[in-house]
């Protein structure tokens, strides 16, 4: 047997540079305009039949404009226009908010998007760092939305009814989720657009809410490993990185979202989802 020909330093350290190029080339250049359109059934308890099948098209965490523009949320709109829902939610963070930032205008981004229940939006931390008021009122002239603020919109087929409500933002908002869905029946089905999963932890009250539609982690945005991102935005770690959580008080569906913060992605592709309501 020939012996086993070594590495010298030079080479190891080459070759190191070379892997770590190729892999900030990955999460610069590609992975951030790569979308993932993820489809995922929830069960909702007491959901009438006349809403099973119902699709809400979850799209999340723009930062407009400073790490996103128009082609790109086209083409995540695009996306899930495809699938056709019946309604289009988007838990907050339109757009990147820095002190004195413009609230600037949203039009041509969503002009030609519509759906059976309409668009509806609330707003998240970043939001809020530039104004609720200002941010709202952008939203509604500009755009398709209709913003809820701790308010919610009646949602009805067949006979069926299902509440759809919006939280304020948990740490920069005044969130009551008792407020939000005031004077609904307690055996009518919610689900609640709120930007921080946290609330699925934190709130203290007892009412119903069946599933929450959250954004913020953006499932992580740079992960060393499939399963772990050191940074998710959240107090409880990994817990409400992504996906279909069970919280200590409410169940949430998490969307990693189109956030493309310093155009840097890995392991963590931007995702707009489909969730299908099913009677349970």
Not at 92 to 110: I, P
Not at 137 to 165: C, Q, Y
Not at 245 to 251: A, E, S, T
Not at 257 to 262: N, V
Request: hydrophobic share 35%.
């Amino acid at each position: 047997m020939g012996e086993r020909k070594r590495l010298t330093r030079r080479q190891v350290l080459q070759r190191g540079l070379a892997g770590t190029s190729a892999i900030a080339s990955y999460s610069f250049l590609l992975e951030p305009n790569w979308l993932e359109l993820v489809r995922r059934d929830v069960t909702i308890k007491g959901l009438g039949k006349g809403l099973d099948g119902f699709k809400i098209g979850l799209v999340s965490d723009l930062h407009v404009p400073r790490f996103i523009d128009r082609e790109f949320v086209h083409s995540a709109m695009d996306l899930l226009a495809a699938e056709k829902p019946d309604v289009f939610c988007l838990p907050g963070d339109v757009y990147e908010g820095v002190r004195n930032d413009k609230v600037v205008s949203l039009k041509g981004f969503f002009d030609h998007y519509s759906a059976p229940y309409g668009l509806v939006a609330t707003l998240g931390n970043h939001d809020y760092r530039l104004g609720e008021r200002a941010v709202a009122s952008r939203i509604r002239d500009d755009t398709p939305f209709k913003v809820l603020l701790n308010d919610h919109v009646p949602v009805e087929r067949d006979g069926a009814v299902l509440a759809l409500g919006g939280c304020n933002d948990l740490r920069w908002g005044r969130p009551d989720v008792a407020k939000t869905f005031h004077g609904v029946d307690p055996k009518v089905p919610r689900v609640m657009l709120a930007h921080n999963p946290d609330i699925c932890e934190e709130w203290r009250g007892d009412t119903r809410v069946d599933l929450a539609l959250c954004g913020h982690t953006h499932g992580g945005q740079i992960k060393l490993l499939p399963w772990y991102a050191p940074v998710t935005n959240s107090r409880y770690g990994q817990k409400y990185r992504e996906g279909l959580v069970q919280g200590k008080v409410y169940r949430a569906y998490v969307t990693r979202g189109l956030a493309r913060q310093f155009h840097c992605r890995l392991m963590s592709r931007p995702e707009v989802t489909l969730l299908t309501l099913r009677s349970g």
